[in-house]
């Protein structure tokens, strides 16, 4: 006869849970998730996950909910004042973002896919306004320094949440038509700081155009450095360049 799974006896069967389900998602993807699997690769019975996970979704909801309070913490940590002037808290802290995006692909996609639902859990929620809210910070410090227009924040933070976003979906293993992430977000965000300077060029008609043709033929880096020697042969325009100080374009390790 085979012998039944043996009890689990202390009390973290809740984060044990947790850590196989991660693996799991990165080994095997979200659709082969299993509570049974996950209760027999513990060693514990079948019903033991229903005390803290009744349904695959709350398992994966509980997981949303632990991916985004650690991106929150590996943002937080490069976005942490000091003797960083906002400029480089930024670039650092959108290197947090891509870096943690790329250590944990699959969980970064559940995330996000999580955070679309309608019925949206008040704890997820809760953990999505964290990990948002430090760019915002950032921003909000440079309108305070007269460096970055007036506006929201948040909405301008949208702006750079979805270009590191973009760039994330559009990498293949870290790169972008050979070029590394860990290069091309420091060169991204200056672009956008740039483009958010209280002291810029405005951008002309003949402008979107070359963006335009630059993007599809050579991509998002290329476009930008046309862009920026077209009004400043000699000198990036707006605000000074950042993240090119001795290790700063490493992406950060997480805590």
């Known amino acids: 006869m085979k012998p039944s799974p043996r009890p689990y006896h202390h009390g973290h069967l809740r984060q044990a849970l947790l850590s196989a389900a991660e693996v799991a998602l990165e080994t095997r993807g979200v659709q082969h998730l299993s509570l049974r ?18 349904t ?16 929150s913490s590996v943002v937080a940590h490069g976005a942490k004042a000091g003797s960083q002037d906002f400029n480089q808290r930024l670039t650092k802290a959108a290197l947090a ?3 943690f995006a790329l250590k944990h692909p699959a969980l970064f996609a559940l995330m996000f896919e999580a955070k679309r639902r309608p019925e949206m859990l008040p704890e997820l929620r809760t953990a999505v306004v964290a990990a948002f809210s430090h760019i915002p910070k950032i921003l909000r410090e ?15 933070a ?11 979906a559009v990498s293949i293993e870290g790169k972008v038509k050979g070029a590394a992430l860990k290069a091309i977000v ?23 155009t070359i963006i335009c043709e630059t ?11 046309r862009l920026t020697s077209r009004h400043s042969p ?3 325009v707006g605000v000074p360049r950042v993240g090119h100080t001795a290790g700063s374009n490493q992406l950060p390790p997480e805590d």
């Not at 699997?37 to 009744?54: D, I, K, N, T, Y």
């Not at 949208?158 to 994330?168: E, M, N, R, S």
């Not at 993007?215 to 450095?225: C, E, S, Y």
């Open 234 to 236: 000699s000198a990036s």
């Open 142 to 156: 440079g309108q305070e320094a007269g460096k970055i227009v007036a506006g929201d924040p948040d909405r301008l």
């Open 97 to 99: 973002y891509v870096g």
């Open 56 to 71: 695959k979704q709350d398992l994966i909801d509980a997981l949303a909910i632990m991916g985004f309070d650690r991106l």
């Open 158 to 168: 949208l702006t750079i949440g979805a270009t590191l976003h973009g760039l994330v």
């Open 186 to 208: 420091p060169e991204t965000v200056q672009h956008l700081l740039n483009g958010l300077s209280t002291n810029k060029t405005a951008v002309t008609a003949g402008d979107a």
């Open 37 to 54: 699997e996950l209760s027999r690769e513990l060693g514990v019975s079948h019903a033991s996950p229903q005390r803290h996970f009744a």
């Open 215 to 225: 993007m599809h033929q050579k991509g998002p880096t290329v476009a930008a450095r």
